[in-house]
């Protein structure tokens, strides 16, 4: 059973920061693209930054220059450092992954979603 387990989320002051990780376990064959989304209230959940199996990454335009996401491939772990939060960053973040089992001998590969972790900024 494969599973991504989040952790880091919690309540913090506008201005403050705040390193979100999520972990991979189970058993797999690889681990291929990871990212970040939220959602907010009476929101649609949004992708906040993505990474790439060779550490390419993409930001939505409202984090640019305040989050940062990684991986360490050793750890089947990704994380988002959140520096300078405001308000408007309050949601609940979900991890996502493309994660490749062999079934039967075949690779098989799927979309595994994080249980979800607030993230609640208050002014």
């Known amino acids: 059973q494969v599973q991504l387990v989040e952790s880091g989320g919690g309540l913090v002051q506008a201005g403050g920061s705040l390193r979100l990780s999520c972990a991979a376990s189970?058993?797999?064959?690889?681990?291929?693209?990871m990212a970040w989304y939220r959602q907010a209230p009476g929101e649609q959940r949004e992708l906040v930054a993505s990474i790439s199996t060779s550490y390419s990454t993409k930001y939505a335009d409202s984090v640019k220059g305040r989050f940062t996401i990684s991986r360490d491939h050793a750890k089947n772990t990704v994380y988002l450092q959140m520096n300078s939060l405001k308000p408007e960053d309050t949601a609940v973040y979900y991890c996502w992954s493309k994660i490749v089992k062999i079934v039967k001998s075949i690779q098989e590969s799927n979309d595994y979603w994080g249980q979800g972790t607030q993230v609640t900024v208050f002014s």
């Open positions: 189970g058993t797999f064959f690889g681990i291929g693209p």
